[in-house]
């Protein structure tokens, strides 16, 4: 009874992700048409909701940076930070977006010149000007206020509260012991069913992402086997990497990565061109901060409607469905920091590397359009996964920057699936720092094997629009994860000022911590 | 400690109603009721012959009952008025025969009963019956609702010093959840502890005291714990407003009239209100 009391929330979540993914492969079309739906009906019903949470979120976190409660550590007072700025924002970065940054560094600009909203002529100078202020605001500081505020709760309630490091945990000044019981359960599990859903449809799609790359540079033809390989290969690395533990595998795989995106973006800004890019990315910087205001909040309901629900509403959705899984991890890897540091370097360094690259490739990208007549935003509209291997044809090393491209999609791809077995397997093992290798090993599977399953029967993307549906549950219960945090922060101050010396720490999170 | 007690008449009142709130007075052993009317300036002197032969009849139903009546009929702004008329006649407490009105018509015409109650620096009795059938006149149980602050000190002597011969008192404390199940543990502990001291200091005043320590809603759990505990009287300190949502929408003292249906002595934390 025991036993099974202790992994509830492991079979609750194998048992709904099992179905849907039973579904997916009997009955793709069924399940695609039920997951666009649901989909569909969201975002138009609520998608406003997501705006003005994504919004709030930023307001919260700025309240949070800037008010007394920028002091509070998370952790033990007299804690350090476990890993140095380096390491930390290398992680946060890799399991933040690195992934869909290279995959949409091209594409997305090319994709908002070519289809703008209604209002704008495609492909004219006010189109590239929109893409490039879009992609930025698609990729800057809503989606790291949403990541930030999640991971804030998760990392207060269990690193300074003594808590296990489980979504539930943040609830507790709002349900109590309920968190033990079934609304606990409810919450965990939906996390789960998000993120394991999210990390295949990743998983998947950047499978396949690879596998156009390495078809660029060596001659053979990107077929399903070819993916199939290609997965089975990351599957063998991550779980080694993640048997590896934390501290050394994610973190050594993260500032791999961080050289190698590094490494790219110098070679593209030095060898692209220099000015041009920089002149891209100053005006667009203006452009966005001058509108971020109008941006965030608007849903355009006059004109550009359909297209803020197919891009702006489709992302939020999909950041707020992301951050379960990042939100666990980006608070495990922040212990030891303030709430003002880790708000003030999680919203401004990725952001402004997530920027830079936006306008480094998205730069690059527009230059090759007028100068060289490429017609790039064309082939991008056809196959999104080709956009960036087309670029380099333009440039120097062309091979060599496919090749380097490849190994970076495959580090980021080993480490966010490293990072998701991880916070899976933490997630079912009630909060445990150091869950079992055999959940560990059975995440990672589970992973893998529904990637190729579906890739084969053709469920990714409704397995990908199921993941984005539980955004709108955990819009809810994120803006009352606000309302506790800040419950918890208060309760901390008036009791400091009761009593000064009152140490408000804790033991060490464990299992036996839930009971 | 309460025998001298001033009753606002607007003559709007049900008279049996205004006997049913004396005879509830009489429990705390007041002896003399003030009877102050407002007069306003539109009254001419036939109506206001009307009103006085009213009031008379009301004090005279109310001597019947054994208390001392004397009539003060006043003038201006009702609120300040009164007030001023309580602290004239040096009176223990103020008495109010109140009636709800719903957010909408409260929001948009006022009410001179809950400006009364927000400027009295003097304990103000409310009463209310349960319903049109039901009189209550008993006092059996009654709740004090505590936050182990400033009001206490204010409260307690009247707890004390018997002004209110009840039978039982429920001391309730409704906390704030702490962050942990740890923090929580040791909050709950702290808090039954001081249930425990105030129990003790005034355990010779009634036959049974009980303490019961919840979280939750203040005002939420007040009104719950009343309903369950079935109380005839509910006790709450009044003292400065906190935050700008109390400024706004008045204090949980201040809104619980228009909550409940049990009758409340709200007593005003002077040093602080």
């Known amino acids: 009874m025991q036993l099974l009391k202790n992994n509830i929330v492991f079979i609750i979540a194998l048992l709904i992700v099992l179905f849907f993914v039973g579904i997916g492969i009997l009955n793709p079309d069924r399940l695609s048409s039920l997951a666009t739906y649901l989909q569909e009906r969201i975002i138009e019903m609520f998608g406003w909701g997501y705006l003005l949470a994504a919004f709030l979120f930023i307001v919260f976190n700025l309240f949070l940076a800037l008010s007394r409660y920028g002091s509070i550590k998370l952790g033990k007072d007299e804690e350090k930070p476990q890993y140095s700025y380096f390491g930390w924002f290398s992680m946060l970065f890799a399991a933040g977006m690195g992934i869909g940054m290279i995959f949409w560094g091209v594409a997305e600009p090319m994709s908002h010149y070519l289809n703008p909203p209604e209002y704008i002529t495609q492909e004219s100078g006010m189109a590239a000007k929109f893409a490039m202020k879009y992609s930025f605001f698609h990729w800057g500081v809503q989606p790291w206020a949403i990541y930030i505020t999640m991971s804030l709760c998760i990392a207060y309630f269990s690193f300074r509260r003594g808590m296990p490091p489980l979504i539930s945990s943040c609830f507790y000044p709002l349900i109590g012991e309920r968190i033990y019981r079934t609304p606990g359960y409810v919450i965990d599990a939906l996390a789960v069913f998000a993120t394991v859903f999210g990390v295949v449809t990743s998983l998947g799609l950047g499978a396949m992402q690879i596998t156009s790359g390495l078809a660029t540079v060596f001659p053979f033809e990107p077929t399903f086997s070819a993916t199939v390989i290609i997965i089975c290969v990351v599957t063998v690395l991550f779980l080694i990497s993640s048997l590896s533990g934390l501290d050394k ?58 297209w803020t629900h197919s891009w702006t509403m489709f992302y939020w959705a999909w950041w707020i469905s992301w951050s379960p899984f990042v939100g666990l991890f980006v608070a495990s890897i922040s212990r030891g920091r303030t709430i003002r540091e880790f708000v003030s370097g999680a919203l401004i360094v990725p952001t402004l590397l997530t920027f830079l690259w936006f306008s480094v490739f998205g730069g690059a990208a527009f230059h090759v359009e007028f100068t060289r007549q490429a017609d790039l935003a064309r082939t991008v509209s056809q196959d999104i996964s080709v956009g960036l291997f087309e670029l380099y044809e333009f440039f120097p090393l062309s091979v060599g920057l496919s090749l380097l491209t490849v190994a970076l999609l495959g ?102 911590g839930n009971k | 400690m309460l025998n001298k007690a001033v009753l606002p008449l607007s003559l709007k009142e049900p008279k049996h109603k205004l006997y049913d709130l004396v005879q509830c007075m009489r429990h705390f052993g007041t002896e003399t009721v003030f009877l102050v009317h407002i007069t306003s300036q539109e009254e001419n002197s036939k109506k206001q012959k009307s009103l006085q032969q009213d009031i008379r009849e009301i004090a005279e139903g109310i001597r019947e009952l054994g208390l001392n009546v004397e009539m003060y009929f006043k003038s201006g702004r009702i609120a300040d008025a009164v007030c001023l008329a309580a602290l004239e006649l040096e009176a223990d407490y103020l008495s109010l025969h109140w009636r709800k009105k719903n957010v909408i018509k409260q929001t948009l015409l006022g009410s001179a009963d809950a400006d009364i109650l927000r400027m009295c620096r003097l304990p103000v009795f409310i009463y209310q019956s349960r319903g049109h059938l039901e009189r209550k006149t008993s006092l059996h149980r009654v709740l004090y609702a505590t936050d182990f602050q400033h009001t206490d000190s204010a409260v307690m002597p009247y707890l004390q010093n018997r002004d209110f011969r009840a039978e039982t008192l429920y001391l309730l404390h409704v906390g704030e959840r702490a962050p942990d199940p740890y923090a929580e543990k040791e909050r709950r502990q702290e808090s039954m502890s001081n249930l425990q001291r105030l129990a003790k200091e005034c355990s010779h005043a009634f036959t049974t005291v009980e303490t019961i320590e919840v979280t939750g809603s203040i005002k939420w759990q007040i009104i719950r714990q009343a309903r369950k505990m079935k109380v005839d009287l509910i006790i709450v300190g009044k003292s400065k407003k906190a935050g700008p949502w109390e400024q706004m929408l008045g204090s949980v003292a201040e809104t619980l009239p228009d909550r409940t249906s049990c009758s409340l002595f709200i007593v005003t934390d002077i040093s602080r209100g």
């Not at chain 1, 990565?257 to 100053?282: E, H, K, Q, R, S």
């Not at chain 1, 579906?454 to 809810?476: H, R, S, W």
């Not at chain 1, 309302?483 to 101050?493: D, I, P």
């Open chain 1, 411 to 512: 580090v980021f791809f080993i480490t966010s699936a490293d990072s998701a077995t991880f916070v899976l397997s933490m997630m079912t093992s009630r909060g445990r720092l150091s869950p079992p290798a055999a959940k560990k090993i059975t995440w990672g599977l589970i992973i893998s094997g529904t990637s190729v399953i579906l890739l084969y029967a053709g469920g990714l993307e409704a397995l990908q629009k199921m993941a984005i549906t539980a955004a709108l549950p955990f819009t809810v219960l994120m803006l009352f994860m606000c309302r506790s945090l800040n419950k918890g922060l208060g309760y901390e101050f008036r009791q400091r000022s009761h009593n000064p010396y009152l140490a408000p720490v804790r033991n060490e999170p464990t299992a036996e």
């Open chain 1, 249 to 306: 595998g994610i973190q050594m795989l993260s500032k791999t990565n961080i050289m190698l995106a590094l490494t790219l973006l110098g070679f593209m800004l030095i060898a692209g061109p220099t000015t041009y890019i920089l002149d891209i990315f100053l005006n667009t910087l203006a452009d966005y901060f001058s509108s971020l205001f109008t941006m965030s909040l608007s849903t355009n309901p006059f004109q550009g409607y359909e």
